[in-house]
């Protein structure tokens, strides 16, 4: 989304919760949101969390994990290397916790990819997308125009030759044409997509034109924010919606949607 590119260089205004502690060592990528607002660490806990404006650092412990400038995985029996460009991109450019729960569940054969037709949504780094491909799915993997250098830079370092033709990396804006991709997929995940409120009813729309009653959704996310579950309602109102996995260290939910019959 274009709001992932809106991050200076060189300083970033973060917003930290204070006393509370959050088991993920991504619990404040809100700190470099747009928009500001009160963050749920636990879905139990109603209280509202102290707030504090602060400059960026990126010497921050909580966020050295984006400063590394790669990051290794095992999935699908092939090892990763996903460069991350976190000074370059800002969020695009970086493995967050959602991506890296939601590869672990697709990993474990929980869904059927193979030979299935699978589209990522705002992809960012493409980790997801990559393991889609490595279970046997036929993919398109997308996220906007700008993000496309890095994106199929990291795809295509991490594929092997022998998944050519098995995979496109394209640009796919919500609020654009979507005629570009005119047939319904059988699966659509997203790693957290979820979370600026402005893109809500584009982004809905442009799952609704991808997915027929058979198209399985899968959106893993941290819900930081209560217009974050606003989206969810919009989407139980089109989508049977259920919650599928939660991983509780990482404060990560994977929901599985399926578009309602008449």
Known sequence: M??????CKFFLISLITLGKRCASTE???????PKFGH????????????????????NNDVLSIFNK??????????????????????????????????CEYLDAGNVKLDKKRVIELGAGSGLVGIVATLLGAQTTITDQERALPYLTETVNSNLPENYEGQFTVQALDWQGDLQLFPKPYDVILGADIIYIEETFPDLLRTIEHLSNEDTLVY????????????????????????????????????????????
Not at 2 to 7: A, I, N, V
Not at 27 to 33: D, F, L, P, S, Y
């Open 2 to 7: 274009s709001t992932k590119f809106m991050l």
């Open 27 to 33: 619990n404040t990528r809100h700190c470099v949101e």
């Open 39 to 58: 963050r749920n660490c636990d879905e139990q806990d109603n209280a509202e969390p102290t707030m504090a404006l602060v400059p960026y650092n990126g």
């Open 69 to 102: 400038p790669e990051r290794f995985f095992h999935f699908a029996g092939q090892d990763l290397k996903i460069s991350q460009e976190w000074n370059k991109f800002g969020v695009a450019a970086v493995v967050w916790d959602a991506a890296v729960v939601l």
């Open 219 to 262: 959106i893993s996310c941290r819900i930081r924010y209560t217009r974050d579950s606003n989206f969810l309602k919009m989407m139980s109102e089109v989508f049977d919606l259920k919650k599928i996995h939660l991983d509780r260290d990482r404060d990560i939910t994977i929901y599985k949607g399926k578009k309602k019959t008449n």
